[in-house]
Nanobody
Framework: QVQLVESGGGLVQPGGSLRLSCAAS????????MGWYRQAPGKERELVAY???????NYKDSVKGRFTISRDSAKNTVFLQMNSLKPEDTAVYSC??????????????WGQGTQVTVSS
């Protein structure tokens, strides 16, 4: 059974940084596409970033140049480094694992989510 556990969320001031971690068990992160979604109150869930088995990455336009997704195969963990955070980045961030096929990322497994709040 695949389990994903996020950590690293919290309260940060605008312009600050956070690094989210997603520890996986029951699977190997380098054998699946991995991604991060977020959902803000009253808004639809949106894909923030994903990393393919090949290591190539993709980002939502609004986070390009500020967020970086990466994985550590030795630790079986995926990270989301978030810099220059803005209030509009406030959301619950969820780690997921799935497949990348036909130019689309399909998450299959989900973590419980971690709250990120950007506020002064």
């Amino acid at each position: 059974q695949v389990q994903l556990v996020e950590s690293g969320g919290g309260l940060v001031q605008p312009g600050g940084s956070l690094r989210l971690s997603c520890a996986a068990s029951g699977t190997i992160v380098s054998r699946l596409a991995m991604g991060w979604y977020r959902q803000a109150p009253g808004k639809e869930r949106e894909l923030v970033a994903y990393i393919r088995i090949t290591g190539s990455t993709n980002y939502k336009d609004s986070v390009k140049g500020r967020f970086t997704i990466s994985r550590d195969s030795a630790k079986n963990t995926v990270f989301l480094q978030m810099n220059s955070l803005k209030p509009e980045d406030t959301a619950v961030y969820s780690c997921n694992a799935g497949e990348y096929t036909s130019s689309t990322y399909y998450p299959r497994y989900w973590g419980q989510g971690t709250q990120v709040t950007v506020s002064s």
